[in-house]
């Protein structure tokens, strides 16, 4: 930059938010292949990476989208979270799996889409949940009947789930024709069934009389379920003949002193290999057809949790309570006579600090018969993602040691290794709040700092700073202030009944929205003499808000919030039915009133799929400025043509003087409205990806800025209705270190301080975007130059944003920093006044219980 930027900053991290370990992962399976035709290649299809659903303790799930473009085969930023089912509060999620809602319309190595799937989950109880993926909610619920739920998994053919219940049996719900009823229930065994998988499908062949064509051979031939294989609480593992119910053999397991052994996790290969790890830390394989074990591991040192197979078969990881992720590969050995195969633990490696409870792969392993065996392409490593205690979710390319191909790619762009023994992991960066948003906002005129919590949420008021002399750095430490420079004003509770979708405080501290998935909240805030803040809740905001929604809604609840920069009106996105109501908070005598709702993002008509960008003005831009009907949007459900657009508005921004609102949604459509007039003013073009972050320039407030997970940019002219040819340049030449640095962008800041009438048209125009581990400070003018002088460093490197010499770049327009971490919201407090949350991972990770540690004699 031509000249640095000096800012009084706040770094912050007395905010106590804890996220929630980690306790389920699941990728979707892919659809079964014809059993009369030979395997196709996976390379040949496009490459796509599939959604990873992540589960909680707290019993959210996060929905993570892959944020590479269709057809790259690295992205740096690799999942980042496009939405999050909320749970009932209060639950949690011990087990999560994928199938596919209609198998025959999904090409056999095509990659499905959440529209194509189903999510089921279980919490520790009896009610086994399927989630509606679209809306954000549950879809349905059933009794498993056989008390708790101790595991699941879906067959290969996506037809039946089975279920592992508390009283010892085995249930199978069908879920053909996208039903969830319950099938057939196995013998009963006296112990829990903590684990279990299904066998390889076998080939269901037409009558041998029945003479038909090859086409009707495709529908008559298919796979059938043969047998699944249980682990018990009894030290056992069992086999279990699908047709009648029946054990058909029995597997023992070690015991110590005579204590049952648990069976935490079993697996099956396609050949009818099955693998076991249990609570003595052993992993085993066993022969499915006598019902021997072939080969036993002492692999860990205490109970193996979790298990899964790589795509090709021929390995298995394995973790649990020691934290470390082994893994077994089935490997040739030569002996004196002849060559044979065996498996072998290869390498082991600890890169988490707590126990690991899921292990997850990609692509997927499907249970086939060797003669249906996938291929995929040798070229591309394997991701594997692993979780537990330590919240947050760790991917490594997994790569075998046997391939022999000369480069093969690492997707996540770690390092130019890819093997699961060599290359370099990463962590994904845990989310504050729900669907990637910040549980952290702040009211710049109360100076105050709200943070939500599962159900309920913690204010801090952030006191001013005495005046520091030019020659001292401006940053201010929590930990040298104490409670001087900050102190708790409100510490809230809330009756709800999921976890809080989302909150927002009015930048006057008088307001405060917050909302479960079924209601939404408006608090008045008062302020006692000492400092105290005081909430009063207006009772019959639910109901103001019911008022203006279909009759049937029977909920209020919202998914996003945003009040206007001068606090007089909230925006409300609604949880149900993709609405948007502007309301009219009114003086301290009046109630709150709804002046319109827009139903813009729910209209087919301005619908365009994700997957492709749609370049120009919109179509509807033309007419844009002729005045809408007031009642055109009230009685929008009777004038809708076809059936409404089902879709998640989470991203809500107001420009600096209060004009302009942006929406945008999970379809990553983008409107704009006028709230001077109250009407809708035109829609954005579609984007490949939904926007992460949304926000006004202050200094010119009709200069919408859209960022995005891949770390892209867009600037839109919202009057205009058009790109500005002066901001294409700036976003198609954004430095790599930007672009590809593994955090993805969280937010997007401006310094009022450029605002308003008293901006000089000198005077330095910027954007300040964050993430987990960087922020980033972008010159929108494009006139300026990285300085060639290095600046010497102040303070504890705060005082000025571009002055960290050791982990900035020098670039025109650019200035990257990389010491605060983990970051968890980043604001302007005041004109040059900057507020960094961070909670770092140590402080987390004392709130935990301590880790699985056996000191060895000799170690150090």
Known sequence: MSEATTLALHRCRFVDLNPSPITALAFPPLSLPSPNKKPSSFGKQPLRFGTLAVGHANGNIDLCEWTGAEGDLQSSQAWAIRTTLVGPYPSKVDSLAFSIRHPDDVPTDAVPSCSELRLFSSGGGSELLEWDMDRGCVRRTISSQGGSIWSMAVNPASALLALGCEDGTVRLLSLANDTLIHHRRFDRVKCRVLSISWGPPSRRLSPPNKTTDDSSDDEDDGWTDTWLVTGGSDSSLRKWDVATGRSIDRMGTDKIRGERTLVWSVGVLGDGTIVSGDSLGMVKFWDSRTCTQLQSFQAHGADVLCLTVDPTGTAVYTSGVDQKISQFCFVKTSGEKSSSRRWIQTSSRRMHSHDVRALAIWPPYTTLPPSHKRQFPMDIAPILASGGLDMSVVITPAALPTNTVVKIVNPISTSIHSTFEDSYHRRLAYSSGPSSTSAIQIAREARLLCCARDAGLGIWRINKKPAA??????????????????????????????????????????????????????????????????????????????????????????????????????????????????????????????????DHHRHGGSSIPSDRVVKGRPADAENADAPADEDEDMESEMEIPSAPIITSILRLATSFDGQWLASSDTHARTHIYNLDS??????????????????????????????????????????????????????????????????????????????????????????????????????????????????RREGDGGAKIDAAAGADEHHANFKMITHYRPILFVDFLAPGELVVVERPLVDVLATLPPAYFVHKYGVS
């Not at 409670?483 to 009015?506: F, P, Q, R, Y």
């Not at 937010?747 to 910027?766: H, M, T």
């Open 678 to 791: 109250i009407q809708h003013h035109c829609v954005l073009p579609s984007f490949p990806q939904a926007a992460q972050a949304i926000s006004f320039d202050p200094s010119r407030p009709n200069i919408l800025i859209l960022a995005f997970p891949d770390n892209s940019i867009q600037l839109f002219d919202v009057e205009a209705r058009q790109f500005p040819s002066w901001a294409k340049d700036l976003c198609s030449a954004l430095p790599k270190k930007f672009t590809r640095a593994h955090d993805h962008i969280l937010g997007v800041a401006f310094d009022s301080a450029v605002a308003g009438p008293s901006l000089k048209a000198a005077a330095p125009r910027y954007v300040l975007f964050w993430g987990a581990t960087w922020l980033c400070k972008i010159r929108l003018d494009g006139s300026g130059r990285a300085g060639s002088k290095k600046r």
């Open 469 to 598: 002399p030019e020659e001292e750095p401006a940053t201010v430490d929590d930990d040298d202030l104490d409670a001087a420079g900050w102190e708790k004003v409100l510490d809230m509770e809330l009756n709800v009944h999921t976890n809080l979708l989302a909150t927002a405080i009015s930048s006057n501290g008088r307001w405060l929205v917050l909302s479960d998935l079924y209601e939404s909240k408006l608090f008045a805030l008062s302020t006692s003499p000492d400092g105290v803040i005081k909430p009063k809740r207006i009772r019959d905001f639910s109901d103001i808000l019911a008022a203006h929604l279909p009759p049937k809604t029977t909920s209020t609840g919202g998914f996003a919030f945003h009040f206007t920069p001068d606090s007089s009106k909230l925006v409300v996105s609604t949880a149900v039915g993709s609405y948007i109501l502007v309301v009219d908070l009114g003086a301290d005598d009046e109630k709150p009133r709804v002046l319109r709702r827009f």
